[in-house]
């Protein structure tokens, strides 16, 4: 990679350890975040904040070649506070409603990262990021009319400005023009743009700031799915069986102390009975990133007073515990969320010498080769032709899977791959579960702006009625392949 490009990302990689979000896509519906008084103190305090830090040698050294960047520096910092904050309540209450609180904690962590890392470089990074969601929705749109461009509406929604610097700057640095089209004045790419929108795309990439967006999806997505239980119930019916399974299959004793991932809203943890295998004598520990469904398992725990359970906010991959804490470190359908490698690697560091790592989530499946599947998502996999590539989605096959296993080093591992029955019944509650609690496709709409995301969930809705009444319910049912793991720390 240019090594202008490695800084780069580097930088972006910087931000995301310092818990600063510029992705905005979690404060799409603002009117949800905030109330009108916080996002004027949140606009008030990002004015202060231009003003203050951004030195006349500063804006020089970055806009100087730009005809009106005056309010570039307002809007990038209040769009920052704004998806730092929601990022924050996010994480903290599994809402994403910013109380005062949370605001002065999110500009407290800017201004920090601005003091040791300099605003400009926040600034630099915000422009990048605008840059790919402006490129990459004029690519997919073939173009935008000025006005909308302007107005953000199709690809950036969440920005409280109007984004004419954004045209201004585009025009300027020859990534944009806007040309007639029957009339109308049209916002289009230019090949110098289509070349930086590649760079930029594998920039980001790099930095992980896709895996990022995706990852703030998935955990805002299981938030927001309050009927979880019912969904998870209706379509895959063999699911609290499948979970008991795993208690089973991974050796679960009393009197053991172990650690559950993704634990949700404690489906595993008490309706199929592991706390209950454990029993009082022993310890477990059960983590989730997403405080709305933990909050949920909580008020469960409260109910049966098991008080050798405990519950936390968490992800896989960075576990607040010391080495070799746990007997066993457990999950039931989360692995295909996490970087497997890196969650793997943490469950073996966690887990003692002779302790049992054990996994249970569904498989890779050939969904397209069902009739009723193909016709149904065919948009999905239109969009997915059209870069020459098979749609993605996180599902990884059988074999994927024990080569993680024996990489991070475990031995005796065994594995069992059963069918379970996947029943596409009511299209809205399939689309939510398949795209929200299964968590295909992701990838596909993580690259698409943001209406032609939100106009692929709604299309995929209709689509789903005119299919269940094409297609028999026998038909509508996919065996869909499902793993059980687990191996033994050496
Ligand atoms: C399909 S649900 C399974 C929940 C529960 N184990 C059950 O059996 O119903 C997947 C869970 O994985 C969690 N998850 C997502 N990313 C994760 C990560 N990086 N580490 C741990 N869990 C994660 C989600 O928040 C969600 O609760």
Redesign the pocket.
């Known amino acids: 990679m240019d090594p202008v490009y490695q800084v780069l990302t580097d930088k972006l990689k910087q931000l995301k350890v310092s818990g600063i979000v510029i992705n905005p896509w979690l404060a799409v519906h603002s009117s949800k975040c905030f109330t009108p008084h916080v996002l004027e103190f949140l606009r008030i305090e990002a004015d202060n904040l231009a003003g203050l830090i951004l030195s006349d040698a500063q804006k020089m050294q970055y806009f100087n070649y730009l005809p009106n960047p005056a309010n570039f520096p307002k809007a990038a910092l209040c769009e920052t506070f704004m998806s730092t904050a929601v990022f924050i309540a996010h994480e903290k209450t599994g809402d994403l409603f910013v109380d005062e609180d949370i605001a002065r904690e999110a500009i407290l962590r800017v201004i920090g990262y601005c003091n040791t890392h300099g605003i400009s470089n926040l600034l630099h990074l915000y422009q990048i990021t605008t840059i790919y969601d402006n490129l990459n929705a004029l690519v997919y749109y073939n173009g935008i009319p000025e006005q909308i461009f302007i107005s953000g509406d199709w690809h950036r929604p969440w920005a409280k400005h109007f984004l004419n610097d954004d045209l201004k700057m585009g025009v300027f640095t020859g990534l944009m023009e806007v040309v007639d089209q029957n009339g109308e004045r049209c916002v289009q790419i230019t090949p110098k743009g289509t070349e930086n929108l590649q760079l930029i795309r594998q920039m980001l990439e790099a930095a992980g700031y896709f895996a990022e967006r995706m990852?703030l999806q998935?955990?805002s997505q299981?938030?927001r799915l309050e009927e979880?239980?019912k969904l998870?119930e209706e379509i895959f019916p063999e699911?609290m069986q499948l979970?008991k399974r795993l208690i089973d299959f991974t050796g679960i004793r009393a009197g053991m102390k172990v650690l559950?991932?993704?634990?949700?809203?404690?489906?595993?943890?008490f309706e199929?009975g592991l706390a209950d295998r454990i029993g009082l004598n022993g310890k477990l520990v059960c983590?989730?990133?997403?405080a709305k469904?933990i909050n949920r398992a909580r008020a469960k725990l409260e109910a049966e007073e098991k008080n050798w359970v405990e519950l936390g906010v968490?992800?896989?991959?960075e576990l607040p515990f010391e080495d070799d804490r746990f007997d066993a470190v457990i999950?039931?359908?989360?692995l295909h969320?996490?970087?497997r490698e890196t969650?793997l690697r943490e469950m073996r560091r966690v887990t003692r010498s002779g302790g049992i790592i054990g996994s249970?989530h569904p498989l890779a499946c050939a969904f397209n080769s069902f009739p009723f599947f193909s016709e149904w998502f065919a948009r999905i996999f239109e969009l997915a032709s059209k870069r020459r590539e098979q749609p993605k989605n996180f599902l990884f096959g059988p074999e994927e899977c024990l080569a993680s296993f024996t990489e991070t080093g475990l031995i005796k591992i065994e594995h069992q791959e059963p069918f379970s029955p996947m029943v596409f019944r009511d299209p809205d509650k399939v689309i939510k579960h398949i795209i929200h609690?299964?968590?295909l496709y992701q990838e596909e709409l993580a690259n698409l702006p943001w209406k032609a995301r939100e106009e692929i969930m709604n299309g995929l809705k209709e689509r789903g009625i005119s299919i269940c009444r094409k297609y028999s319910e026998e038909e509508r049912i996919i065996y869909q392949p499902v793993q059980f793991i687990k191996g033994i720390v050496p």
Not at 260 to 269: H, Q, V
């Open positions: 990852s998935h955990i299981f938030n979880y239980e998870a699911f979970r559950e991932l993704g634990s949700g809203t404690g489906l595993l943890t199929a983590i989730d990133p997403s469904m968490g992800v896989a991959e999950g039931c359908a989360f969320f996490t970087n969650a249970f609690g299964l968590g």
